[in-house]
């Protein structure tokens, strides 16, 4: 079972749960003979500074993470220097979770403790906030993990409520119901990710998969392992605790918590490969201005960095 919502270790430990759900779109690395994206170890950012980190975004060069064991967010540059640090005053974020950027370029930052999205400007100053009351009715949030924005609308990962709430633009309404096996069941997600303004990926956590809805809530796809298993290993397609989502217009990066990697696909959900050199517990992701990918390595407390190699093609 999970840990008291409260709990300073957060939500990344408190289920080790081995469940059946859901199928797939990939069944194995029988049906993928190589990678078609790799990436090299580049060194290490953020050591000694982070603790517990989960989310990260990135903009004109420099790395925005959610520092969620000191209850703030660290600035950093590609270099890995310090540039700020914002929320560890006057108000003091609750476990900042995965970040993600609005259209007008407001940092969004759900609180894990305080149930709601935090609005974040260019200084770092907290403008206002979405949420903030706790429960399970419309509008209502109970640790939201991740949040993401289309066309002015939030797209929330509600942690315990097993769902993902969307916020303005109208009344409050819900994708996705508890549960697992079926599709459209969610079960602990902790990220969600927009592409366009017409699809929302789910990182279905604890279902170990994950999950595409469109924006009115009706489902696309999913992928995991076969009947969603959460198995440990190297396979590919599958995961082991999916506790993060990045979508670009070319692929998905999902961070596979307990299987110490990132996975890459297209956004239909066909494998395309992965990075595991020396991770401990990802939790999040983000590409950089020059084919670089930073990984929030939750086990180390810093930010991996890669650099982007091609590989060969699909065969």
Do not use: C
């Amino acid at each position: 079972m999970p840990e008291p919502r409260r709990s300073v270790m957060g939500p990344l430990f408190g289920l080790t749960l081995l469940v059946i759900t859901s199928g797939t779109a990939v069944l194995g690395p029988a049906l993928v003979r190589r990678d078609t994206v790799a990436y090299v170890w580049r060194g290490e950012l953020g050591a000694g500074v982070l603790r517990e980190p989960i989310g990260i975004v990135y903009r004109e060069g420099q790395l925005f993470v959610s520092d969620a064991g000191n209850n703030r967010i660290v600035v950093l540059d590609t270099a890995g220097v310090v540039l700020a640090v914002w929320g560890d005053s006057d108000p003091v974020l609750g476990r900042p979770m995965h970040l993600s950027w609005s259209a007008d370029s407001t940092l969004l930052v759900p609180e894990y403790l305080n149930d709601r999205v935090a609005h974040m400007s260019s200084l770092g100053t907290v403008t206002r906030h979405t949420g903030g009351r706790t429960g399970a009715g419309p509008g209502e949030l109970d640790a939201p993990g991740g949040v993401a924005e289309a066309n002015g609308t939030l797209f929330v990962a509600d942690f315990y409520n097993h769902r993902v709430d969307v916020l303005g633009g109208g009344a409050p309404r819900m994708i996705g119901t508890p549960g697992r096996v079926l599709s459209g069941r969610l079960h602990y997600p902790t990220d969600v990710a927009t592409s366009g303004d017409t699809l929302v990926y789910v990182a279905d956590a604890y279902n170990h998969r994950v999950q595409v809805f469109h924006t009115d809530g009706t489902f696309v796809r999913k992928w995991g392992g076969p009947f969603g298993l959460g198995v440990r290993g190297g396979f590919r397609g599958w995961f082991r605790v999916a506790t993060g989502i990045e979508v670009t217009d070319e692929a998905v990066f999902v961070a596979d918590f307990e299987n110490d990697r990132i996975q890459i696909f297209t956004p239909s959900g066909k494998y395309r490969g992965q990075v595991a050199d020396s991770l401990l517990h990802p939790t999040d992701m983000v590409e950089g201005g020059r084919g670089e990918l930073y990984v929030v390595d939750f086990g180390h407390n810093r930010v991996a960095r890669f650099g982007r190699r091609e590989g060969e093609p699909d065969r």
